[in-house]
C-alpha cells in the first residue's frame, strides 16, 4: 500500500510509519535506535600534515577543496615554503627536468625563464601556489615535529611541536638560524590523520672522512647554503683569489662546479665515483626551441612566453613535453633498445665535451647501465671540468688536514673552503620518532629496509600516510604526477575514515607482503638492479632498491587511481552501536533537513554519456554489421 504521499504505509521498523512510535508496532531483534545524524553529514576530522614543500602544499590545496568540517594545520620546520626548494640555495641550483614538466597539473606557469629553470624560480612558484590558495593560515613556520605517538584506544596520533620561543629574535626573520635545542617552546597537538611529506632528501649529511674536523678554512655543505634571497652569488662575491675543493660527483655538484668555476681562483671536484650525464630526454625538445644550435640550456624569449598565452598552444606544448619525458622509461629496462642507444649517445656526447681533458672520461664515464644512478643533465659540468683553473681528482681522499686535502696518493692540497656535495641520509630513519601499534617506532619497522603498501602506508601505523617516501620516486618520467596522485589517494583515504565514521583505516599486513614481493620481482628486469652505488639502494653499490616506484610514472598514477579499500582493516568509533552500517545515519540527508535544501541535487551532477558513435570504434561498428 502507498499512500498518496509516496510514504510506504506499512509498518516494517522499530519506530514506526515515518519514524513515529506506533503502538504494537513490529520490532526485530536486531533492530537499534538511529543515530541524528544524516547520512551525508560530515563529522568533524583533524588533518596534519608534515612539510610545506610540493606535497604539503597540494595536500593543504586538495584537502581544503575536498573534505569538509576540516580541522588542517600544515607543520613546517623551516622558515618559508617551498621544502628541498627552500632548503637549498646552492651555486647553481636548477631543476634538473624541464621546468614545464615541473609543475603542478593544475597550476601552469608560463613566465619560467628557462627550460631549466633556477632553483629560486622554483620556490617563487611555490610561494605563489601558497598565496593563491590561501594557505598561509592552514600553514605554521618553523614547527619542527619531535615526536608522534599513536593513541590506540581513541585512534589519535598526538604530536609534539618544538617552535621558536614567543618574542624570541628568532621567531620573525626567514634567514635568522636558531637553536632547536634551546631556543624553543613545545606543545602537543592531536590529529586524526597526518601526511608526512617528508620527503627522502631533506636530511643531509657530512661526508665521514678522516680529520674532517681539524680543518681549519670554510666548511659548506649544498643543503646548508646560507643565501638569503639576495641569491647565492651574494654569498661567493669574495672567492676570486680562494681555492675551492668540491666533493662528490651527484646531482648538487654537478650544478655546483660549473657555477663556482668562473669565480673562484682554483676549483678541485674530488670524485669517488663514475656517472652518467644523459644531455636530456627531450633533446629534440631543447633543440627545437633553441632553432638546432647544440645549446645544454634555452631561455625563453618574449615571443615564446606570448605564445604560451595561446591557451591551445601552451597545453600542446605542455602535453607533448610531459609525453616525451615519460618516454624515456623504457631506457630503465635492460636489453631494451631505448637503454642501449642512450648508452651510446650518452658515451658519445660525454666523450666530446671532454675532448680537451680525454683522460677524465676514463675516471667519469661508467661500465653500468645509464639510469643505474640518478640521471642528470648536467649542463656545463663537462665544460667546467675542462677549464684551466679545473683540476679532477679521481683518487680517493685520505684525511683531511688542518690546511687542506691528502689523497691515498700521498698528495696533500691546500685549499681555503671547503664545498661538500655529499647527498643526504637516504635510510628512510627520521630525525624523530614515528611510535605505532604495540609502542613499534617506524625506524625499528624500516630497519634493515622499509617495507610499505604503494609506498603510501605502513601496517602497525594506522591513519598516518606518506608522499616522496619509501619507494615513490622515479627514475625517469615524472615525479609530481605521481605526488599528485598519492595526495588524492590519501584525501580519499581521509573521506572514507569521515563519511563511514571509522576510528582507524591500517593497511594489511599481507597487503604490505604482497607489494614487498611484486617490487622485488620487478626491478631485477631493471638497470636500478645493477652495481652502482646509488641512493635508490640507500647509498649502497649493491641491494634492495628502496627509494623507487617499481614501474613508471604512468603506471604508479594508475595503480594509485582506485584504490583497493579491501586492503585495510577497519576499527569503528566508538559509540552506542557496533554496527557496520551505522554510518547510514538517521535515514535522511543535511538537505531534506534544511528548508533550503537541494532536493533534487542529483540533476545537477548528471554524468551524460556520449552518443553510441562517438564511443563506437572502426573494429567495433564492422563488427556489428
Known amino acids: 500500500m502507498v499512500s498518496a504521499n509516496g510514504i510506504n504505509g506499512h509498518t516494517n521498523g522499530v519506530h514506526g510509519v515515518n519514524g513515529t512510535s506506533a503502538k504494537g508496532a513490529y520490532v526485530a531483534d536486531n533492530a537499534y535506535k538511529l543515530p541524528n545524524f544524516s547520512i551525508d553529514e560530515a563529522r568533524p576530522i583533524k588533518v596534519v600534515v608534515i612539510g610545506a614543500g610540493y606535497s604539503g602544499i597540494t595536500a593543504g590545496i586538495r584537502f581544503r577543496q575536498r573534505v569538509k568540517n576540516i580541522d588542517l594545520a600544515v607543520y613546517e620546520s623551516q622558515a618559508g615554503v617551498g621544502g628541498a626548494w627552500h ?35 622554483i620556490r617563487a612558484y611555490l610561494n605563489r601556489v601558497a598565496d593563491k590558495y590561501a594557505l598561509r593560515p592552514f600553514i605554521h613556520l618553523r614547527h619542527r615535529i619531535t615526536s608522534a605517538t599513536y593513541d590506540e584506544g581513541k585512534g589519535k596520533w598526538h604530536l609534539k611541536v618544538r617552535r621558536p620561543a614567543r618574542g624570541s629574535p628568532t621567531e620573525a626573520g626567514e634567514h635568522v638560524v636558531w637553536d632547536w635545542e634551546t631556543d624553543f617552546e613545545e606543545f602537543e597537538d592531536t590529529t586524526d590523520v597526518v601526511l608526512a611529506g617528508l620527503g627522502g632528501l631533506s636530511r643531509w649529511s657530512w661526508p665521514d672522512i678522516p680529520g674532517f674536523d681539524s680543518f ?117 629496462l635492460r636489453g631494451t633498445e631505448t637503454q642501449t642507444g642512450a648508452q651510446i649517445a650518452f658515451r658519445k656526447d660525454m666523450e666530446k665535451k671532454l675532448a680537451k681533458k680525454p683522460w677524465i672520461a676514463d675516471y667519469l664515464i661508467p661500465d653500468f647501465s645509464p639510469a643505474c644512478r640518478r ?48 647527498g643526504f641520509d637516504t635510510s628512510f630513519r627520521f630525525g624523530f620518532p614515528i611510535v605505532g601499534r604495540n609502542g ?23 591513519n598516518w600516510f606518506q608522499t616522496l617516501g619509501p619507494n615513490a620516486a622515479v627514475g625517469a ?89 579491501e586492503d585495510y582493516n577497519y576499527e569503528p568509533l566508538d559509540g552506542p552501536v557496533k554496527n557496520r552500517m551505522y554510518w547510514m545515519g538517521d535515514g535522511q540527508t543535511i538537505d531534506e533537513k534544511s528548508p533550503n535544501g537541494d532536493k533534487a541535487w542529483y540533476l545537477k551532477e548528471i554524468d551524460y554519456p556520449p552518443g553510441m558513435l562517438e564511443l563506437a570504434t572502426p573494429t567495433s561498428l564492422s563488427s556489428n554489421r
Not at 100 to 119: C, I, M, R
Not at 238 to 265: E, T
Open 440 to 462: 613499534v617506532d617506524l625506524s625499528d619497522k624500516n630497519d634493515p629496509y622499509p617495507r610499505t603498501y604503494l609506498a603510501i602506508a605502513t601496517d602497525g601505523f594506522p
Open 216 to 332: 681549519k678554512g670554510q666548511v659548506m655543505h649544498s643543503a646548508h647554503w646560507e643565501a638569503d634571497e639576495n641569491g647565492w652569488q651574494e654569498t661567493v662575491k669574495d672567492w676570486s683569489d680562494k681555492r675551492v675543493a668540491v666533493i662528490g660527483v651527484g646531482s648538487s655538484a654537478i650544478q655546483i662546479v660549473p657555477a663556482l668555476q668562473p669565480r673562484v681562483k682554483h676549483l678541485s671536484n674530488y670524485v669517488r665515483g663514475k656517472t652518467w650525464l644523459s644531455g636530456t630526454f627531450v633533446r629534440d625538445r631543447l633543440e627545437q626551441l633553441s632553432k638546432g644550435k647544440p645549446v645544454s640550456n634555452y631561455y625563453f624569449t618574449e615571443e615564446d612566453k606570448k605564445n604560451f598565452e595561446d591557451p591551445d598552444f601552451y597545453k600542446d606544448f605542455r602535453w607533448q613535453l610531459e609525453c616525451e619525458l615519460n618516454a624515456a622509461n623504457p631506457a630503465t
Open 87 to 121: 632548503a637549498n640555495r646552492y651555486p647553481g641550483l636548477a631543476c634538473d627536468i624541464p621546468s614545464h614538466a615541473y609543475q603542478l597539473t593544475f597550476e601552469d606557469n608560463k613566465e619560467w625563464s628557462a627550460f631549466y629553470a633556477p632553483g629560486p624560480e
Open 477 to 565: 618520467g615524472s615525479l609530481l604526477v605521481i605526488m599528485e596522485k598519492q595526495v588524492d589517494y590519501i584525501v580519499n583515504a581521509t573521506l572514507k575514515l569521515q563519511r563511514e565514521r571509522l576510528k582507524s583505516i591500517e593497511v594489511k599486513p599481507e597487503a604490505v607482503a604482497d607489494f614487498d614481493a611484486y617490487l622485488e620481482s620487478y626491478f631485477p628486469k631493471t638497470v636500478f638492479s645493477e652495481k652502482c652505488r646509488s641512493w635508490y639502494k640507500g647509498g649502497k653499490d649493491v641491494g634492495r632498491i628502496i627509494a623507487l616506484w617499481p614501474g613508471s610514472s604512468l603506471h604508479a598514477a594508475r595503480a594509485l587511481e582506485h584504490p583497493r579499500w
Open 375 to 422: 640521471l642528470t643533465p648536467g649542463p656545463g659540468y663537462l665544460e667546467a671540468l675542462c677549464e684551466d683553473n679545473v683540476d679532477f681528482v679521481p683518487t680517493p681522499i685520505k684525511r683531511m688536514t688542518p690546511t687542506g686535502i691528502e689523497t691515498e696518493d700521498g698528495k696533500h692540497e691546500d685549499i681555503d673552503i671547503l664545498v661538500c656535495a655529499t
